[in-house]
């Protein structure tokens, strides 16, 4: 099967992850935690996001390492990718209708459970299935999946009712999810299984052991523990940030100074702004990061331009300074995301632990997306500005840079 038409398949998936990621937490969950509890929102928020990181930082690599081991006729990521897609559906119905802050907490862990899940099988496909030479490829390909998934889903959750917007993200990981499986459809994984097993046991008796069963045994390759490092701080910056949008335009900037009083529309707008700009990045930057082969300063590059669109709110506290930020970010985000598989994929040590390890390394975005919350929450309760967020997403983005620069196996 080609490439292309594995990779065209794969991407609606990923809009689809990304759309329930989302639009869940840009739009749909901090206006429903507001009309809940419109004094508690920010407290609330951090709690909910804390639940949703947690518990995706157990699954994600989890999963990723039971779909390693599975052997079935249908492949060894086809059987998750189903079950989870339409978990994520029922539960995001569920939490539709929740109407107490604790009711929609749990729920919201319930969704990052089955979201999860699918997403340490579905990024294990690009390891399975590409070939490196087309790795900076499949990343723009998978990288467009954010952009996307908010330009579509932030979008429509914000201009539809709370029960339609959770509905659509659900149906659709579940519809992508099925023509992917089908059109895409994966080898059976029970003959996989013995040839990874015989070439591990050849490679065994031609060289000096080097097998590591343990579940995190990957962080004893110093490249893997930079990747991961650099991921983890470029996604702290991110969500410190990101998850607090709807608040930032809301109290920092001023309902009155927006363009209309519909916040959730105007966070709408930011996500636009910001998301035609990265879609741009990632086309530019991923086919260049091929032709370069300088992925590794490309990642870097991405980190420093982050940590320079924090900076903008800070000296323009106004309407247009949040869309040059938004443009700003953006542009980052898409130089990282056109190369962030393509490196994640190239520090890999265990052919056979792809998908447990690339897992792992994803765990670097759903912890910093657990803590920063709660890290830019006690910020403002200190400081009593936005400001002070800000100031820490220019930190943690440098330091993602300086980390990026450090793995050494990467050009």
Known sequence: MSVTRILGLLMPTIIALYGVYQAINQ????????????????????????????????IL?????????????????????????????????IMA???????????????????????????AVIPDRIPENYRGLASSAAGLGLPFGILIFVNIAARTSRFVGYAVVGVFIVLTTILFVVFAREDSSIRAKVEVQEAQETSE????????TAFFSAFLHRDFTMAFLSRFLFFFANFAVSNFTFYILSDYIGVKNLPSANVAANVATVSTFS??????????????????????MIVALSSITYMVSFIVPLVSKTWVGMLIYAVISGAASGVYFAVDIAVMSLVLPSKADEGRDLGILAIAT????AVAPLVGSTLLDISGTYASIFVFGIVTALLGGLFAFLIKSVR
């Not at 052997?71 to 559906?89: D, E, H, I, N």
């Not at 929740?98 to 997403?119: L, R």
Request: charge should be positive.
């Open 27 to 58: 739009v749909l969950l901090p206006a429903q935690i507001a009309q809940i509890s419109p004094s508690g929102k920010v407290h609330y928020m951090a709690i909910a996001s804390l639940v949703e990181s947690v518990v995706g930082t157990i």
């Open 275 to 296: 998301t035609v700009a990265q879609i741009i990045a990632i086309i530019v930057f991923g086919k260049l990061a091929d032709v370069l082969d300088r992925r590794k």
């Open 205 to 212: 008796t031609e060289e000096a052991p080097a097998k590591h």
């Open 61 to 93: 690599p989890v999963g990723a390492a039971i779909s390693d081991r599975t052997q079935t006729k249908f492949g060894k990521r086809t059987p998750w990718l189903l079950f989870s897609a339409v978990g994520t559906l029922i539960t995001c119905l």
């Open 97 to 123: 209708t929740a109407k107490s802050i604790p009711v929609v907490v749990i729920m919201a862990g319930f969704v990052w459970f089955f979201a999860n899940w699918y997403q340490g099988v579905i990024y």
């Open 366 to 369: 759903s912890v910093p997306a």
